[in-house]
């Protein structure tokens, strides 16, 4: 794929090319489409499962569709939510989201990309997973592109309602700075409350939990000692309980990508914003990133997406992309570890390395097998098949005790047996990855979006089994099966 090709400017630009979008397409999206579900139990209690929106016991799925139209009003943006079951997910369990919907704050306007982020957490303690939604162009205060963060609850009944979260200061925001770009959920300070982070170029935010159906959170307050950010991740590097925040971020000088994280260290109650000490790993690379145990130490391990090709002042970039895992310890990881770095030319991994595949543009971590150790989806959405230009693949790699490798590692595209559809030119498959497991078989099942297929996005889910994923009862939904009009973009972003 050559950079004139790319749906957006990518050149010379701190944002990751996940994040600087210029949307191409136009949709057309009726008010929220609200699918009854059948209510938990009135005796049996919520799961508490991370991800289980109506507390069955099931994980549920959660696929954000940016630039779909609602009604008449063009790019609002939509999510759409696909329930989990022991048969997985279909199109005939789900809810669709807009800022039309019934319970849910603001309007759709043009140009919100409501749905561009998402992520999943049990906000207000009821034992019910709520989503944390992103609309990182929402207009605000009269000023454009702004954006804006919305919770919407879960319950028995499914998701339902919801309450914005309060907005930073409007000073501290740029206009078209995409606030929201960016949003993960963890217990960050250890007091088994839910905390929520949000990103977007100009400003960073933490939100403390837990947070009342308003949305009013314990306090927030703004993160500095950062530069431009657009990506968090989230997860227990030191094994301590509480999650640590990670946000690559672009500096003058490191072209591959500043990587540093937020680990909690109290100084006091009064100024909890100075409870966190900031930890640079300066040997490290990359733009996007999951916390995931690939080696089951039982210490979260940092897998970073670094898809850059070589270019100058950027002599440690592999063509065609990698990704590198530091893995963590007692003190989160060592910054003076040689990381694991796997790219498609890493011995027992498919294919080669070419200019602009975007291998590890997206990744999605979970234990696929069910052997304990956490496996890693690696999305390049800018893979050529044969002379079918941006077709894209997945790469499964696997975990083990001696941590992430090429070994037995696996790719999936639409061309491989048992994938439904077929390999097209700029489908994008793999843009976005997560491994969830849908069926509560034990195994995490591969979502997939190609956000170009079709010209509106589409979704593949893949089952997990012992022996990694199959093609056998593979699931594709287009933005035409879930109800989205138009160029919807369908697959852009996935909870997680």
Known sequence: MSLDRLPYDVIDSPEPALRKRTLL????????????????????????????????????????????????VPSAGAVVVLYGSASGVSSAKKTVITQNSAGIPGTAETGDSFGSSLATGDLNGDRYADLVVGAQ???????????????????????SGGANLPEPPLSSL??????????????????????????????????????????????HYGVGELGSTYEVAAGDLTGDGRAERVYPYAVDGDA???????????????????????????????????????NGDKYGDLVLGDYQDPHAGRTGAHKGGQIAVWYGGPNGPDPEQTPTVIHQDTAG?????????????????????????????????????????????????????????????????QDTAGVPGSSET??????????????????????????????????????????????TGAKFLSARDVSLKGGANFGWAIAQ
Do not use: C
Request: proline share 3%; charged share 15%; glycine share 20%.
């Open 25 to 72: 397409l136009a949709a057309t999206l009726t008010t929220g489409l609200l699918t009854a579900l059948p209510a938990t139990s009135a005796t049996a209690a919520p799961s508490g499962l991370s991800g289980d929106f109506n507390g069955d016991g099931y994980r549920d799925v959660a696929i954000g569709a940016m630039n779909a139209d609602v009604g008449s």
């Open 137 to 159: 162009y929402e207009g605000i205060g009269g000023r454009e592109g702004i954006g804006n963060v919305t919770v919407v609850w879960g319950g028995a009944s499914g998701l």
């Open 174 to 219: 740029s206009t078209w700075g995409g606030y929201s770009s960016g949003v993960a959920t963890g217990d960050f300070d250890g007091d088994g409350k839910t905390d929520v982070t949000v990103t977007g170029q100009s400003h960073t935010h933490l939100y403390r939990g837990p947070f009342s159906r308003t949305g009013a959170p314990l306090g």
């Open 256 to 294: 591959g990508g500043a990587i540093a994280y937020f680990r909690h260290d109290p100084g006091g109650a009064d100024h909890p914003e100075t409870d966190y000490a900031l930890v640079n790993l300066p040997k490290a690379d990359g733009q996007i990133a999951t916390v995931a145990d690939v």
């Open 349 to 413: 991994v498919p294919g080669t390395g070419e200019t602009d595949d975007l291998f590890g543009s997206a990744i999605g971590a979970g234990d696929v097998n069910g052997d304990g150790y956490a496996d890693v989806a690696v999305g390049a959405w800018g893979e050529d098949l044969g002379t079918v230009k941006d077709a894209g693949s997945v790469t499964l790699l696997f975990g083990s005790a001696s941590g992430l490798t090429g070994k037995g590692a696996k790719s999936y595209s």
């Open 426 to 471: 700029r489908d994008a498959f793999g843009m976005t990855v997560r491994l969830v497991d849908l069926d509560k078989n034990g195994k995490a099942d591969l979502v997939t979006g190609a956000g170009y297929e079709n010209g509106y996005g589409a979704v593949t889910v893949l089952r997990g089994t012992a022996s990694g994923l199959t093609g």
